[in-house]
């Protein structure tokens, strides 16, 4: 039967549908295939699996096997139908169909010509009725064997494609065994090199350990005994936990855990007294534990690139020698009041967070020279009135936020030399002064806030002049009224009883 697949043709499929239990071959012939084996010679196809499997190893593999079947389940559905249907039918028989139909065509043509011709036939269209049903049965059996061939056209064309996509699943196999393969032996050699380090750790000091990029899904506790370890580089593995034991490295001054899959920090980090390098960002935290502000020698902390939504309360209060601060691509609400304790900052980055605003002791930062508030979008609404405080800014990037007016101090950041303001709904300064750079910007602000004090100062004078004036007239005011007592009193004197309760009062 034509549905029988010849294994030289479609080694990869044949053996697949070989191994579904519901396609039993059966025995026939067609041009592109060959019989399958018979029961009573089972060798040939067992021979054929053998080759197979011995060319390509993965097909024994389970799961290898089922997703190749299940991208063959049109193959098998088609076959099924197929095999209901009947084998292709030949050549010759497929061209005297397509002949006979013909014939019939035009036999019914010239029979309408003669019926439509006869003058005696009153009821014309009944007896080409009659004649349509007459030759209908047999152009639906010749039309039926034209559609078996077209069917198995499509089932050849189905095979070939069949083919490819197996071998194309195989060589997907292929490549994924040989990278699993290749990761094995990477874990192996890695787990030799922690273990080289360990014994020479125990042998001889070590001051520092590079072990970026080896795919290290587990930090041994035993690494907390390295006593004398400055520098010590995880980055670029797929660690899910750094182990408490980590507190044991008590001279350790770089740590870099980066780009991993870390949710948390163990609380025991904090015992990092001496730690001046701290990089946790590409990770996947939601917190920073309180205890990180012990690490009280941090000069370095990136935490960017994680899910934090908060900062401890009390960073600023103990991390006082921060002088960079990496914490942009997080989910950051709010900068706690305790930041501008961080006098010894430097450089802020917070760009791409949820920041709806800055704490007024912002301001305090007086040594910060750059600072990236970018892309807090419409939750960055206004900065604080503290801002101008910020005297050694050098540095601002606040682009893609809702501000609509810059601190009325902004003008005294003297030391400012690259502004970013792009994407803001601007009032004040208006867009046409910041289109002329950073120094128009200053400038308008600087005059805006010079008019203001000028403008307070002349309403304080008007206070005290009207307050004076008030003071005139009511001095004015109470000596005409002792004039007026006094010489009431000496008329009612010398005309009546002096009163003393009166004379008091007066």
Not at 49 to 56: A, H, N, P
Not at 344 to 355: K, P, Q
Not at 428 to 450: C, F, L, N, S
């Amino acid at each position: 039967m034509a549905t029988e697949l010849n294994p030289k043709n479609f080694p990869v499929l044949s053996y697949v549908l070989d191994r579904l239990p519901s396609f039993t071959a059966k025995s026939s012939s067609s041009s592109d295939v060959e019989p399958p084996p018979s029961k009573s010679d089972p060798s040939s196809s067992s021979n054929h699996s053998i080759e197979i499997v011995t060319q390509m190893p993965h097909l024994a593999h389970p799961d290898v096997l089922a997703s190749m079947t299940n991208a063959i389940a049109d193959v098998a559905q088609t076959r099924s139908v197929l095999r209901t249907l009947g084998p292709r039918p030949d050549h010759e028989t497929v061209d005297k169909a397509r002949a006979r139909l013909r014939e019939i065509d035009a036999s019914l043509s010239e029979s309408f010509e003669e019926i439509a011709l006869s003058p005696n036939d009153i009821d014309v269209a009944e007896k080409e009725q009659k004649r349509r049903e007459a030759v209908d049965q047999e152009k639906t059996w010749y039309n039926s064997i034209l559609k078996l061939n077209e069917l198995h056209e499509s089932y050849e064309k189905l095979l070939k494609e069949a083919e490819e996509r197996l071998v194309r699943i195989y060589e997907s196999a292929e490549k994924n065994a040989a990278a699993v393969a290749e990761e094995e032996a990477a874990v192996v050699e890695v787990n030799e090199e922690v273990v080289s380090i360990l014994q020479q750790a125990s042998e001889s000091p070590l001051d520092r350990v590079d072990l970026s990029g080896r795919k290290l899904k587990l930090l041994p506790e035993a690494f907390g005994k390295i006593q004398g370890l400055l520098v010590l580089n995880l980055y670029n593995n797929q660690l899910q936990a750094i182990p408490d034991s980590i507190a044991g490295l008590q001279n350790l001054l770089e740590l870099d855990v980066s780009t991993n899959f870390l949710e948390t920090l163990p609380d025991s980090i904090g015992l990092l007294s001496k730690l001046k390098i701290l990089n946790v960002s590409c990770n996947k935290l939601t917190t920073l534990p309180d205890s990180i502000c012990h690490c009280g020698s941090l000069v370095v902390l990136d935490a960017s690139y994680n899910n934090l939504t908060y900062l401890p309360t009390n960073i600023g209060f103990e991390l006082v020698k921060v002088e960079k601060l990496l914490i942009h691509l997080n989910k950051i609400r709010s900068l706690p009041t305790s930041i501008g304790e961080m006098r010894s900052l430097r450089y802020l980055d917070a760009h791409f967070n949820e920041l709806n605003g800055l704490p007024n002791s912002f301001g305090l930062l007086t040594n910060l020279e750059y600072l990236n508030l970018s892309s807090n979008f419409s939750d960055l609404q206004d900065l604080p009135a503290s801002f101008g405080d910020l005297i050694s800014l050098q540095e601002l990037d606040l682009s893609n936020n809702q501000i609509h007016s810059l601190p009325d101090a902004f003008g005294t950041l003297v030391n400012l030399a690259k502004l970013n303001l792009d994407q803001n709904p601007l009032v004040v300064p208006p867009e046409e002064v910041v289109k002329q750079g950073v120094d128009a910007v200053k400038m308008y602000m600087g005059k805006r806030w010079v008019s203001m004090l000028e403008e307070e100062e002349k309403m304080a004078n008007m206070k005290d002049e009207m307050d004076q004036t008030n003071t005139d007239w009511l001095t004015r005011t109470t000596s005409k009224l002792k004039t007026y007592v006094t010489e009431v009193s000496e008329y009612l004197g010398s005309n009546s009883p002096r009163d003393p309760y009166l004379d008091q009062q007066l």
